[in-house]
């Protein structure tokens, strides 16, 4: 008996750190390219981690928003503008689980449009792990381990910051958010946990995601999100409760608390390969939730198209673009 519940939490451990390959990459970049405060991304975060390993009782992932990260880190966009990007979808995320508007657009997402948005994001996150294959650390030269948080500097957006913010990274990042942290989030969620992932709903993943970013804005921290690919890769190893989350979040936290001058120092020296090994078998498994369709012949190849679409264009074109022909199907049938 002791013994199962020794193995149980080591998979718990082990599999809480599931999703690093994604987080770590682009929290670094954030924080050297746009100045975002270590301490407040990573207590944030961790926060956050721990409060969905309590709620949900499952692994939910937390990650950095993808297209609002790598649009900050493309246009070197100053730490005010993540900050208020990530308020703007608080707000928006907590009108749509107070409205029920966000259970509304969740019926536009059948189940074919769902698993080719999971296949396209395995694809992708397979040629981003190729991509970590290749790359090479760039190791400090001084290795310098300072102890203590990095205070927040406060700084009022303007009203460039808030329209900049709301064009460039919040309407590209919406429907994104929508497929693949919501819907797709939900849909993954009980693939994986079953009757365990009674608490994984639209609504409850809306509130999250807006409670979460409203806090995170007011403390500096990224617009953070969940995902099915998250999701998959804390479950692919080992993690099946909640307490993977609380593991990780309180890493993250004591992370940002206590050696927040130091964060770069200490995760630098995880090496973009193995983290390279980790995203492609992550996306392999999430593609992969396209064999539930394997013996619905016509499903499966527009599932396939979809997933497709996602990976040739990007990720809130082609999500849109099934949305919208979807809906002009309908109505041409009707």
Known sequence: ????????????????????????PLAISLILINGINPTSLFVVAGMTYVLCGLYFKIPMPVQPMKMIAVAAIATGAEPERLTVAGIIIGILFIVFYTTKIIEIVNKFFNPVIVKGIQFGLGIMLIINGIKLLFKYNNYPSNILFDFGPVIPNYNFPSINDFLF??????????????????VATVDASKVYFKGNSVRVTPSTLSFSLGLANIVSGILGGIPLCHGSGGLTAHYCFGARTGKAGIIIGTVFVLLGIFFGKSIINIVSFIPFSVLGVFIIYVGIRHALLIKCLFNQK????????????????????????VLISNLIFKFAVK
Not at 2 to 13: A, L, V
Not at 165 to 182: D, R, W
């Open 1 to 24: 008996m002791n013994g199962n519940i020794i193995k149980n939490n080591i998979k718990e451990f082990i599999g809480s750190f599931g999703d690093i390959g994604t987080f770590i």
């Open 298 to 321: 016509q499903n499966l190849i527009l599932s396939t198209l979809i997933g497709v679409l996602c990976v040739i264009i990007n990720l809130p074109a082609a999500i849109s673009i």
């Open 165 to 182: 913010a709301f064009i460039v990274f919040v309407l590209p990042q919406l429907p994104v958010t929508i497929g693949n942290s919501i």
